[in-house]
Structures are given as structure tokens and as C-alpha cells.
């Protein structure tokens, strides 16, 4: 096993490098990843159904699998990307992005993924019991399945496209200058923000900046999870687990990932989302590192 942040020095470094892999990385995903967005807003040009159309927040009058199709393909050249400049301009492992560990967890993958799950449709839950009607039943049984197909083969590429960039070729990067776990959290999560600002529900929100705080915690959190565990697995599992309960089982009307869910939420409620999340986390942690932290506590035996 190797330290996480100490891996990225088994291949190469060199300034260059970075200087060659980063807007690489970046221009491949804005530019190349924003092409299928400019097909689909052609098509909504030239078609001739006045119902459709696109404003700041989305497509509208299209339907929602193609919006949603369209939206996960940005992401394929972002994921690529990463891959590849880990690879050849780096000249590592790509397991190595992934974990520090000698095999890639994958059971540990899944056990983030249901831990948090299950956070997930509790925070829904005791949302709906707290404020009746906001959680509106809008099944369409044909739909959704045929809609959950997609987002289960999608979505997982589109949150290990983040996790990959963030958590592992930017975490490890920063890795090489810094060893603080809560500085690199900061810095991680801040930055894990940035892209996410662009997202509908900042805009609709009352509270934009509560938004924020959500999504600079999710990053901030998944980053402290990464370290503490020597590798993405947990933040792998948490973050397809968030996106993919979102989008089948409880969404918004105006949401970055556009699906026919179970329930649409009626109210953005920002305050709640944030100090719900939070909670989530801290029992999320302590299912995964509490009894490593109580073991470690425990006195010496007595010879």
C-alpha cells in the first residue's frame, strides 16, 4: 500500500507537465464536451415545434432523456481526458488515480454508495413529513424505467468524470506541496464549487449562497473522506449514489440533471438541504472511521 498523496511521485512531475495536462484536461472538457450542447440547441433552432426553446436554465419543450442524454455526454471528454493525461503525460498508473491501496476497492465503492443512499431517503423523507405537499408523486411508470436505464450506466461516468479530476489528478497534485488534510479539503472543495456555480439551482435559489455552501461541503467532504481513506472509493460511491437518488427518486423543477423522477420537489429549499447534508456526513463518517478512531483511543493492554 502506498499513501495516497505519496503515489502521484511514482510516475513524473515535471512542471511542464501540469503546464500541458491541466488546460488539457480543461479545454478538452469546455470545448469538446460542449459540442453535443450546441447540436442540441441547433436542433431546438431548426425544429419547428414553438415549444421548445432553451433559456439560462435549460432546455425547454425537448424530452427530458434526450436533455439528460446531451447533458452526460459533456462529460465523456472530461473523463477521457483525465485518463489520458494521467497516463501518458504523467506516465502512471490510472489505478493510482484512484486509490493507493494494490487493487481498486470495489466493494468499498458500493458500500459508499449505499451508506449514503440511504442517508439520501432519509434526509427525503423527513423533508416531506416536515413540509406536506412540497414532495409531489409524478410516476410515469414507462418513463422512469426507461429513463433509469440511462441514468444507471450515465450518471456514474459523470460523478467518476468529478471525483477523478477533483479528488484525484487536482488532490493529488496539490498533494506533492501540501500534507494538511483540512487544507487540501478547503482548497479542494472551493474549487470542486467553481463549475457547479453555472448550475440552475443557483440561479432559482432564494439563497445562493447557502447553495454554494452545499456544494463547496460535498466537495470539501469528499475530499476529506479520499485522504482518510487513501483513495476516491467512498467518494466514488457517495457521489453516484447522491446524483443517481436525485434524478429517479426525488428531484427539482429546475435541476442540473433533468429527469422524470418519482417525486418532484416543489421548493428549493436551501437552508434545509445544507444543514441536512451536513448531518448526513458526520454519520456517513462515523459508519466508516468511528471505530477506527474509538480503536485507536483505546488504552494499551496492560502487561
Do not use: C
Amino acid at each position: 500500500m502506498n499513501d495516497y498523496l505519496e503515489v502521484t511521485r511514482t510516475g513524473k512531475n515535471d512542471w511542464w507537465r501540469y503546464l500541458l495536462s491541466f488546460p488539457g484536461i480543461l479545454g478538452t472538457w469546455l470545448i469538446v464536451g460542449s459540442i453535443p450542447v450546441i447540436l442540441l440547441v441547433f436542433y431546438v433552432m431548426a425544429d419547428s415545434d414553438p415549444a421548445s426553446g432553451f433559456t439560462e436554465t435549460g432546455f425547454t419543450g425537448i424530452p427530458v432523456l434526450l436533455d439528460f442524454t446531451v447533458t452526460m455526454l459533456t462529460f465523456f471528454p472530461f473523463i477521457i481526458a483525465t485518463l489520458l493525461a494521467v497516463r501518458f503525460i504523467h506516465a502512471r498508473s490510472l489505478r493510482t488515480l484512484v486509490t493507493g491501496w494494490e487493487r481498486i476497492r470495489w466493494d468499498r465503492i458500493f458500500e459508499g454508495g449505499l451508506v449514503w443512499f440511504g442517508l439520501a431517503a432519509v434526509i427525503a423523507v423527513a423533508e416531506a413529513a416536515l413540509h406536506p405537499g412540497r414532495y409531489v408523486l409524478t410516476f410515469q411508470p414507462l418513463t422512469l424505467a426507461v429513463y433509469a436505464i440511462f441514468a444507471l450506466i450515465l450518471i456514474p461516468i459523470q460523478t467518476s468524470a468529478e471525483e477523478l479530476f477533483f479528488r484525484g489528478y487536482l488532490l493529488q497534485w496539490m498533494g506533492l506541496l501540501l500534507k494538511n488534510k483540512w487544507i487540501l479539503a478547503l482548497i479542494n472543495g472551493a474549487l470542486f464549487f467553481l463549475p457547479h456555480a453555472a448550475n440552475p439551482e443557483m440561479s432559482s435559489s432564494s439563497n445562493a449562497i447557502l447553495m454554494g455552501l452545499g456544494y463547496f461541503a460535498f466537495g470539501f467532504f469528499a475530499t476529506l473522506i479520499t485522504v482518510e481513506d487513501n483513495g476516491m472509493e467512498l467518494a466514488l460511491g457517495m457521489h453516484a449514489s447522491n446524483n443517481l437518488f436525485a434524478s429517479i427518486f426525488a428531484n427539482y423543477n429546475v435541476s442540473a440533471l433533468p429527469s422524470p423522477a418519482l417525486f418532484t420537489v416543489q421548493e428549493l429549499d436551501a437552508a434545509y438541504g445544507l444543514i441536512s447534508t451536513v448531518l448526513a456526513m458526520i454519520v456517513f463518517y462515523l459508519v466508516f472511521f468511528g471505530r477506527r478512531r474509538r480503536e485507536n483511543e483505546l488504552p494499551e493492554p496492560a502487561e
